[in-house]
């Protein structure tokens, strides 16, 4: 039973290149979330999936940012002409329906 | 807004005792209440939920305890374990399933 997985784990990037992240949720899990964490808070939601529907997105998410879940499986979130302001760690989660939540080791981005 | 509050940045307590993590909330439109733990470089794990139809539930040596009328929950852990020292983190949703809403955390320092 392999638990969400998220890659990169670390990625330094220069202010104004693009990353993209990867999260691949637990396999019969047909929601998936992502939040955002900055040093000291806890997370804050980005936008969740059920299946490959994006059914809400926080206002956090700015237009620089983009998430998609093509076929209902993994998921990309991709960051263009990152700011100084985006380096956090992104945490991905997953769940079955309406139950809990189980989180991935997260992706530490850290832009330059 | 902050609608989940955890008001003790830091807890230590010594090993065998217990150990007391409180959180409040303000949107009343939460029925679900979720506690996580989460070590450095790692993300959020579950530990323990609780419906807003109870009051109480345990699970081994944890137990939390909601009070409705003063939108407050707690957790308690019994009997404390130095592995218990890491950060934890109350949430709170809508519905089970849906965005989760954290508070700012609470360090715990379990002393041998």
């Known amino acids: 039973d392999t638990g969400v997985s998220q890659d990169p784990r670390h990625k330094i990037t220069k202010r104004g290149q693009n990353v993209t992240f990867r999260c691949d949720p637990i396999?019969?899990?047909?929601?998936l979330y992502w939040y955002r964490q900055t040093l000291g808070q806890g997370p804050e939601f980005l936008t969740y999936?059920?299946?490959?529907?994006?059914?809400?997105k926080s206002r956090l998410l700015s237009d620089r940012f983009s998430a998609e879940r093509p076929k209902g499986s993994f998921s990309t979130l991709e960051i263009q002409r990152t700011e100084q302001g985006d380096s956090a760690m992104y945490l991905c989660?997953?769940?079955?329906?309406?139950?809990?939540?189980?989180f991935g080791p997260g992706t530490r981005l850290t832009v330059l | 807004d902050q609608q989940v509050k955890q008001n003790s940045p830091s807890l230590s307590v010594q090993e065998g005792r217990i150990s007391i993590l409180n959180c409040d909330y303000t949107?009343?439109?939460?029925?679900?209440f979720l506690w996580y733990k989460k070590y450095p470089a790692e993300g959020p794990t579950f530990l323990i939920s609780?419906?807003?139809?109870?009051d109480k539930n345990e699970d081994g040596r944890f137990t939390v305890f909601l009070n409705k009328s003063a939108k407050h929950l707690s957790l308690h852990i019994v009997p404390s374990q130095p592995g218990d020292s890491a950060v934890y983190f109350c949430?709170?949703?809508?519905?089970?399933?849906?965005?989760?809403?954290f508070g700012g955390g609470t360090r715990v320092l379990v002393k041998p």
């Open positions: 949107n009343s439109m939460f029925d679900y």
């Open positions: 396999s019969e899990h047909n929601r």
């Open positions: 609780i419906s807003s139809i109870k």
């Open positions: 989660a997953s769940s079955y329906h309406w139950n809990t939540q189980y």
């Open positions: 999936f059920q299946n490959e529907a994006q059914l809400e």
């Open positions: 949430a709170a949703t809508k519905a089970a399933g849906n965005k989760l809403t």
